[in-house]
Each structure stands twice: as C-alpha cells, then as structure tokens.
C-alpha cells in the first residue's frame, strides 16, 4: 500500500501564497509521475499541474506563470508553491502519484486533499 499525506492548506487573501506539499510512503521501489489536483464547490476534479521523475513539468493554463510544482525524490515528496493566488484558485486540492512498488506493481493513489480558501 502507498500513502499520500497532504500539508500546506489554509486561508489566504488574493494576491498572497501558499506552498502545499505531499510526502508518500509505503511499498515504494520508484515514483513515477507526481501531480497536483483540485476540485471546486460543483465543479469537476481538474488537473492543476504535474512532474515527472525526471522533473518536467506540466501546467494547466490558468495557473501558469503563478504556481511552481517540484518533486524532492529523495524524500518521496512533491511540492506546489501557489504564488498571486485568486479567489477562482478556491479548491480542495489532492496530490496524486503513480508508483511502483518492489514487485513491480504499478500503482495510482491519492492523497486525502487539503483545502485551499483564496479570500477577496
């Protein structure tokens, strides 16, 4: 089994930042991609941003330019630091990970969200 622990939620006004970050443990042999996930009020889980082991990276188009995702492979961790945050930027916000474990089983999990409240 592979656990995925969320931190780094909070309320914060418009304009100011916030650095989630998500540490995954258990049957791990390799981490594949890592990714970052919202979901708003009545709206559909939406893709926010990824990185692949070997740290490329990928972004929705409306955050571009104002959040960073980055993985510490060492630590089995992933990072997003939200930077010129919008009130549209209000989420629960879930981290996702595909790992493979020692019997080379291939795994997608997710962490248990963490909340994201961008105040005007």
């Known amino acids: 089994q592979v656990q995925l622990v969320e931190s780094g939620g909070g309320l914060v006004q418009a304009g100011g930042s916030l650095r989630l970050s998500c540490a995954a443990s258990g049957s791990i042999f390799r981490i594949n991609a890592m990714g970052w996930f919202r979901q708003a009020p009545g709206k559909q889980r939406e893709l926010v941003a990824t990185v692949t082991s070997g740290g490329a990276t990928t972004y929705t188009d409306s955050v571009k330019g104002r959040f960073t995702i980055s993985r510490d492979n060492a630590k089995n961790t992933v990072y997003l630091q939200m930077n010129s945050l919008k009130p549209e930027d209000t989420a629960v916000y879930y981290c996702?990970?595909?790992?493979?474990?020692?019997?080379?089983?291939?795994?997608?999990?997710w962490g248990q969200g963490t909340q994201v409240t961008v105040s005007s």
């Open positions: 996702n990970a595909e790992t493979v474990s020692y019997r080379i089983v291939v795994t997608t999990s």
